[in-house]
C-alpha cells in the first residue's frame, strides 16, 4: 500500500513564498506503476482544483493550472521518491489544503485520474 505524506504548509504573507513537499512510501510504489503526481488544493467552501503535476519517469512533463503558471513550480526527486511544489507571490486567494495524489495511469488535470490521495497540508496566505 502506498502512502502519500504533504509536509510544509503553513502561514504566509502575501507575496511570500512556501515549498510543500509528498513523500511517498509503501512497497507498491515504484516508477513502474506510477506515471504522475500532482498537487490539487481545496479552499473552505470550494470544489477541489488542479494546481500542477508532473510525469514521474523521463523528462518530467509538467502540468499547471494557468492561475499558477509562472510562480509555483512542481519538480521531483525519484531517489527519494518526494514531489516538491515552490509556490511563490502567494495571495490570500490560494489558502487552501493542499493535496499530494498519484496516477498510476496517465498525467492528467482531472482529479478522477488521481486515485491515491494524502491528508493534505494547510497553506494559509494572510493579507
Known amino acids: 500500500q502506498v502512502q502519500l505524506v504533504e509536509s510544509g504548509g503553513g502561514l504566509v504573507q502575501a507575496g511570500g513564498s512556501l515549498r510543500l513537499s509528498c513523500a511517498a512510501s509503501g512497497r507498491t510504489f515504484n516508477a513502474f506503476n506510477t506515471v504522475g503526481m500532482a498537487w490539487f488544493r481545496q479552499a473552505p467552501g470550494k470544489e477541489r482544483e488542479f494546481v500542477a503535476a508532473?510525469?514521474?519517469?523521463?523528462?518530467?512533463?509538467?502540468l499547471y493550472a494557468d492561475s499558477v503558471k509562472g510562480r509555483f513550480t512542481i519538480s521531483r526527486d525519484n531517489a527519494k521518491n518526494t514531489v516538491y511544489l515552490q509556490m511563490n507571490s502567494l495571495n490570500p486567494g490560494e489558502s487552501a489544503v493542499y493535496y499530494c495524489?498519484?496516477?498510476?495511469?496517465?498525467?492528467?488535470?482531472?482529479?478522477?485520474?488521481?486515485?491515491?490521495w494524502g491528508q493534505g497540508t494547510q497553506v494559509t496566505v494572510s493579507s
Open positions: 495524489a498519484r496516477s498510476v495511469r496517465l498525467l492528467s488535470v482531472l482529479e478522477s485520474s488521481y486515485l491515491y
Open positions: 508532473i510525469r514521474w519517469t523521463g523528462a518530467g512533463t509538467t
